[in-house]
């Protein structure tokens, strides 16, 4: 089954202790996406890559960066997490970038930074 | 810079009501316009899709039509049913380019 899997699902943590959000896709696309949603904010995306070892910053990446050492996986990581990062947060990938293909998202990770 | 503005919710309708869901967008160039589908407790799916102007994306019984004069992709579905009860989100992507804007969503409930 084609599909985007973000793992955890949920996650409370502490301020300052580093975590990962991981992002795998089964379909071989090329391009990955991160957003974040907040209540009345809507989607933000955060980083987003073309292609291996091809990232670029989308509209909120401050405190937070990414990786793309192999098609398939695209982590988040936040090095010092804080309370202003306690949101919903989706990956998303399609086969070509955004604009030209349907996108397909993850289930989302709900974070918690207390 | 880009951005996409949609109506505010909730929208609340009877089932069978005709919806219309309104966006508009701020953009240089033209890009591709784009409504997506969340509903409860899972990740976005995309509903239809316009690349170019006048174009006009349909899917389930929903329609939009890209207006380049008006700046505008509004979402209308002739009779609604409980089960399109969910939250809508208007995006946006300039052509070849990674980056992608979303509207904040609307939040449609229809009642029996």
């Known amino acids: 089954e084609a599909q985007v899997t973000q793992n955890p699902r949920y996650l409370i943590t502490v301020t300052g202790k580093k975590l990962t959000v991981t992002c795998s896709q089964n379909?071989?696309?090329?391009?990955m996406s991160w957003y974040r949603q907040d209540p009345g904010l809507g989607l933000r995306q955060i980083y987003y890559?073309?292609?291996?070892?091809?990232?670029d910053k989308g509209d909120v990446p401050e405190g937070y960066k990414v990786s793309r050492k192999e098609k398939r996986n695209f982590p988040l990581i936040l090095e010092s997490p804080s309370p202003n990062q306690t949101s919903l947060y989706f990956c998303?990938?399609?086969?070509?970038?955004?604009?030209?293909?349907?996108?397909?998202f993850g289930q989302g990770t709900r974070l918690t930074v207390v | 810079g880009d951005s996409v503005t949609q109506m505010e919710g909730p929208v609340t309708l009877s089932e069978e009501a005709f919806l219309t869901i309104n966006c508009t967008y701020t953009?240089?160039?033209?890009?591709?316009l784009f409504w997506y589908v969340q509903y409860p407790g899972e990740g976005l799916q995309l509903l239809l899709k316009?690349?170019?102007?006048?174009d006009k994306g349909s899917n389930k019984g929903f329609e939009a039509t890209y207006r380049k004069e008006t700046t505008s992709f509004h979402l209308e579905k002739g009779s609604v049913q409980v089960s399109d009860s969910a939250v809508y989100f208007c995006?946006?992507?300039?052509?070849?380019?990674?980056?992608?804007?979303f509207g904040d969503g609307t939040t449609l409930t229809v009642k029996p």
């Open positions: 998303a990938s399609s086969l070509i970038p955004f604009s030209k293909s349907e996108a397909f």
């Open positions: 379909m071989n696309h090329e391009y």
């Open positions: 890559s073309m292609n291996v070892e091809v990232t």
């Open positions: 953009a240089t160039g033209y890009p591709s």
């Open positions: 316009a690349t170019k102007a006048d």
């Open positions: 995006a946006m992507s300039a052509t070849n380019a990674g980056k992608s804007t």
